[in-house]
């Protein structure tokens, strides 16, 4: 097929998601989880792309810089149609979210309606590298806690899709996420996702209320040591980095 072809069905499969539903419980619940987001046959296509060199910018091994265990690889542009499908449909539903919790913080910035026109923004800050990305974890790999951040521009959401069946492919790997909301102890939570279901979450904060109106909550977020086997997935940043 095409590429083209492949990111137009890609787009049109996140256009029709019911966002009249997503939107809400994000902002609500800070993350949303979305079944079936890509096939089975759409996920081991992309994690073999893992073993394709050519395809990829640079690869981090977790453990040279104490991150975790385990390994990443950036994508090098032109990105899989797939990945770029998923980038250029979820852009403008998570920037009109994005744009109403700028005005619960009456922030005057707004995000571009477009992930062409966001892009630009990230050039004219020096941040030119694509930050999509497979992540793969074996045995006792796990991710520190963390947050995506390349530069002055980030885009406030990003995207996880698991591409490895659980309990056949691995064990463990829980998707964490820690929020810190002011005054007040960190609150965990672990999220064992399926097989080609995706999670849109926090890159870095979310608004929540409080007594003095509303706060910033910090999020980072992590993966639970793998007690066995081996487990791929595809992060989506929608910021490119210096």
């Known amino acids: 097929m095409p590429a083209s072809d492949t990111r137009q069905r890609i787009r049109l499969r996140v256009d029709a998601l019911d966002w009249k539903a997503l939107g809400p419980e994000l902002e609500q619940e800070g993350h949303v989880r979305i079944p079936g987001l890509l096939t089975a046959h759409e996920c081991q296509a992309t994690a073999a792309l ?77 941040q030119e590298r694509p930050t999509p990305l497979l992540l793969r974890y074996r045995e006792n790999g796990f991710n520190c806690l963390h947050q995506d951040l390349y530069g002055d521009v980030a885009f406030p959401f990003q995207l996880v899709v698991l591409l490895s069946e659980p309990r056949r492919d691995f064990e463990g790997g829980e998707f964490l996420l820690v929020e810190q909301r002011p005054r007040q102890q960190s609150r965990g939570e672990a999220l064992t996702l399926a097989r080609g279901e995706g999670l849109v979450f926090p890159t870095r904060e979310r608004p929540v209320e409080t007594a003095r109106g509303v706060s910033r909550a910090q999020l980072r977020h992590g993966l639970s040591r793998l007690h066995s086997g081996e487990r791929t997935a595809l992060g989506v940043i929608f910021h490119d980095a210096r």
């Open 50 to 126: 893992y073993e394709v060199e050519e395809r990829f910018r640079k690869t981090i091994d977790m453990g040279r810089h104490r991150y975790g265990e385990g390994e990443y690889r950036y994508f090098a542009r032109p990105l899989p149609a797939l990945v770029e499908g998923l980038r250029l449909g979820f852009y403008p539903h998570l920037a009109r979210v994005a744009n109403r919790w700028n005005q619960r913080w009456d922030r005057e910035a707004r995000y571009e309606r477009s992930l062409r026109a966001f892009l630009a923004r990230c050039r004219d800050a020096g």
